[in-house]
């Protein structure tokens, strides 16, 4: 993680992933970082400490290009490229139903953190 101000690194990096780390997202208290990678799954982690939370989150069968949190901190959703969105229980780390599919493809831009509204920045 970096100071947002300063642009000096704050503690170690995170590890765990073993693959590229595709997306990253903030807990809306920012309690919680969840990040999502090509090896197909995403890891929770305290934003304070750096410690992992839990277990890696696994149910995507390709990369996961995008995670997000809901404005109340309660869920995650995380997309893939195997065209699927999935939902999770944010505290416990459970799949929330099935996975949520119909995307033939990722839209143009999808990488672009900027195309997605989260709870930082909804109100842009």
Request: no cysteine; hydrophobic share 30%.
């Amino acid at each position: 993680m970096w100071d947002a101000q300063t642009g000096a690194p704050i503690g170690e990096p995170l590890r765990g992933h073993t693959e590229w780390v595709n997306a990253v997202a903030f807990s809306p208290d920012g309690t919680r970082l969840a990040s999502g990678s090509d090896d197909e799954t995403i890891r929770m982690w305290d934003a304070q400490t750096g410690a992992p939370i839990g277990e890696p989150l696994r149910g995507h069968t390709s990369y996961v290009s995008a995670v997000a949190f809901s404005l109340d901190g309660t869920r995650l959703a995380s997309g893939s490229d195997n065209e699927t969105i999935r939902m999770w229980d944010a505290q416990t780390g459970a799949p929330i139903g099935e996975p949520l599919t119909g995307h033939t493809d990722s839209p143009p831009g999808s990488g672009d953190p900027a195309n997605f509204r989260t709870s930082s920045n909804a109100a842009r």
